[in-house]
C-alpha cells in the first residue's frame, strides 16, 4: 500500500511536463509522476491543456514580480477577469516557472458554497503552507511546531484550532475572539516574516471568499512586501472586497483574447484542415476572445459529431452554414451535461452539490451508482488525488456551476439533505465546526428547522472564536427562520432569537454603526410578550449608541432600557443589563443617575461579584467604580472607599471589567484633578494593560491603552511621550471605527493641553474649541468641563484682544449647561477658571477672593489634583 505521504508527493506534483509511469517504493503498479514542483490544492492539468496564447506582458510582468520576491521584496498580484478569460491559466504559468525555479507554491481556492462558513479560506491556506494537507491531526500538530519553533503554547493551540487539527482533548485557551484573530495574525505574520525560503501563495477566485478569512488575509498581506513571497490572488470583476484594495498590489486585469489571439486557439483545437477554416471563424467570433468558450465550443462540436476525426485534427464534413452554434458559455455547458447519460448526470449533479472538489466517499453516499469515469471522459471532471481515497474536481468552476443549476431543485434537495447527513455521520467530533456547512445544505434542501438549528449551533461555536463569524451564522439563521410559513408554531421565537443575539452584540463587531436591526427586534418581542429578549437586544443599543457617542440617543435610550428592566424583575438580567445603560448616562455626564443604578446593581449583586456575567464579567466592580465616581463628582462623602474597593476588586475580574473600571476610574478622576496620576496609578493601568493584551479581546486592549494613555501624559519626561503615542494610535483607532468614537473628545483635550504646554496657544484653542462645541451642541457630556477649562486656559494665557471675552463666554455656557444639583466637578472648575480670568483682568480682589474658596473647596473634597494645582496658584 502506498502511504499518505508518499502519495501526497506523487499526486500534487505540478504542473510542468507530461507524466511518466515510475515505480514507487511500495506500491505495485507504476504511478503517474511527475517531479515535485509544489504543493497545496494546485489542479494539474493532466491532459487537454492547450497551448498558451498571448499574455505576453502578463506573464513577464508576473515573472518579473517574482523574481524581486525571490529577491526579498515581496509582492501582492491580483488578477482580475470574467469566468473563463484566462486567470487560473496565468496562475498556473506563473507557478510553473515559480517551481522550475524551486520556489515552493502554495495553493489554495475558496468556493461559492464555502462563503459563510468562517475560516475557510484561511484555514486551507494554512494547511497548504505549513505543509500540513496530508498529514493525520496528530502528526499534523507535531510538524506545525517544527515549522514554529519559538511560538507562544497558548498561541499554537489557537493555531491547531484554526487549521482544523485541534487536540479534542485538550481544552481551547480561553481567549476572546477579536483577541484570538489578534494573536494568530501576529504568529502567521510572523512566521511569514521569518521564512528564509521564498514561497509563492496562490489564493484562486477569492470572488467566494468567507468574511473571516477575507479580513485575516487583508491583515497578513500587509507583511508580505517584508518577505520573500509572491501572493497570486484571482477574482472575478463583481468582487469589490477587501483584496481589491491591498495597498501596494499589482493589479493584472486580463482582457480579451485578441482576434488574431483567438484564432490561433481555434485553429490548434480544430486544426488546419480547409473544411475547418470557416467554422474557426465563427467558434472566434462567437467566443468573443473568451479562451475556454473557444475549448467549449469545440468540444460540444466533437461531441455532438459535428466535427469528425481527433483533437488537432477535426474535419467538417457538412457545410458551415448548417453548423448551430450555442450563444453563451452557459449555454455550450449545458448541452455538455444534457448529452450525459442519466448515471453520470447524477453523479454529477451530486458532485456539484458537494463543491469544486469531491472525494469517492462522499459521492457514493449520495449517489448509488456513481459513475466519475464517464464525467473524466467527457472532460468535464479531473481525478487529483491518486490515494486510497481518491479526489475530483471540476475542471472549471463555471461547469460546477451549471451542472448545479441545471438540475431540478428537488433532486437538488435530495441530494443536500443526503449531503448534510453523511458530513455529520463522517466526523461526529467535528459537528460544530462543520455546523455552518450542514445548516448551509439542509437551507438549501428546503429543512428550514434543522438549518435554523445548525446555524445556531454555528453561531455559539464562532463567539468564542470570531464575532463577525458568529454574525454571519446569526444573519443566516435569522433568514432562515424567515422564511418558515406564517402558521409555523415556532417561527415568532426562532425569528427573535438570532436577533437577539445580533442585536445584543453588535457593538463587538464594529464597522460603520450599521444598522443594529433593534426596530425589527422590538416589534417581533412585542407582538409575542418577549421581554428579556428586547431587554438583552435594547442593551446591544444602548451600548452601540453610547461607544458611538450618538449622546442624544443614548440618554433617550437609556431610561428605556432601565424601565424595561425593572418591569421584568429578573435580578440576574437585571444586574447584566444595567451596566450598558449606566455608562450611558456617565457618558453624559448625569451622574445622579448613574449613581442610583450603580447602587441598585450593588444592591441586586448582594455581594457576589460574578452575578449577571452575561455581557461582562463582574458587573458589581464595575457599579462600585462607578459609585465612586459619581459620588466625587456630586462632592459626596465614601467615594474614595468605592474607588478603593473597586481596584482592589479588579484586580481578580476579567479583562474587559478590569478595563472598563480604569477608564471609568482612572481618566475620569486623574483628568479632573481628582486623583493625583501616582505610582498606583501607573502600577494599575500598565498591569491592566498587560493583562489585556494576553487575553483580553480588542475592545478591552482600547480601553486599557486609553486608560494607560492618559494616566501616562499626566507625568514628565519619557512618560509622557509614550502617552501621546497610545493616544494617537486610539485617536486613529476610533477614526477607523475600530474602536470607540467616545475616545476622541478625551484625547483631542490631551493633546490640545500639550499644544498649550509646548506654547502652540493657537493650536490649543482651535482644536480646544472644537471639542467644546461638539460637547456643547450635544446636549452634555462628561468632558465638557474639561474640554472648557483647556481651551479658557489657553485663551487667558494667549490674552489677546478678543480672549478674554471668548473665555468669558465660554465659562458662562458651561455653568449654564444644565447639569445635576451640586455637580462639584463642575463647580470646582468654575472656581479656577473665574480666578483665573479675574487675574487676567488684573482684578486683585476678586482674584484673590474666588482663588481662597477654590482651595479651600479643593481641600474639602480631598481633590489631590486640585490642591496641587490650587497651591501653585500665585
Ligand atoms: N492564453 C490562453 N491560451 C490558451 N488557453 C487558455 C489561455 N487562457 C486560458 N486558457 C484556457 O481557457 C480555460 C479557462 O481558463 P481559466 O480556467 O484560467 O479561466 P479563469 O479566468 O480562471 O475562469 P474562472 O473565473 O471561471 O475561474 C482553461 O482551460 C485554460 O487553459
Ligand atoms: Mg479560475
Redesign the pocket.
Known sequence: MLSESTAHLVENTAVLGEPEMVHIKGADDPMPTRRLLAVGEHRPRLRGESSLVGRTWELNTATAILEEAVGGAGCVVTMVGP??I????L?RETAAIAAARGVAVFTT?CESHARDIPFHVVARLGRASMGIEYLDAGAARAHLRTQVPDADADDLLLFDDLLGIADPAVALPDIAPAARRRRLTALIDAATLARTEPGVYVI??AHWIDEVSESMLADFLTVVPQAPSLVLI?YRPEYLGALTRVSGAQTIALRPLSGAQASALTTELLGSAPSTIGLAELVASRAAGNPFFVEELVRDLAERGVLHGRPGAYLLPGDVTDVEVPATLQASLGARIDRLDPTAKRTLGAAAVIGSRFDADLLTSMVDDADVGALIEAELVEQVRFTARAEYAFR??LIRTVAYESQLKSDRAQLHRRLAAAIEQRDPAAADENAALIGGHLEAAGDLHAAFAWHMRAGTWSTNRDIAAAHTSWRRAREVADRLPDDDPNRVSMRIAPRTLLCATAWRVGGSGADTGFDELRELCTAAGDQRSLAIGMSGLVTEHFLRAHRRESSRRAPEHVELLESIGDPTLTVALLPMAMVAKYDIGEMAEVLRLAQRIIDLADRDPTVGDLIIGSPLTFAIAMRGTARWCLGIAGWKDDLHQAITMARRVDPLTRAGVMWCMYITAIAYGVLLPDATALRDTADTLAAAEQSGDNFALDLARTARGVTLVHQHGPHREAGFELLAKIRERALNQRFALIALPIVDIHIAREKARLGDLDGAIALARTVVDDMLSAGGCIWSALATTVLVEALVQRAGEADLGEAEAVIERLAAAPADEGLVLREIWLLRLRALLARAHGDAAAYTDLRDRYRDMAKSLGFDGHIAWAEAMP
Open positions: 469566468a473563463g484566462g486567470k487560473s491559466r496562475v481556492y484562486e477566485d484571482t472549471h468552476p
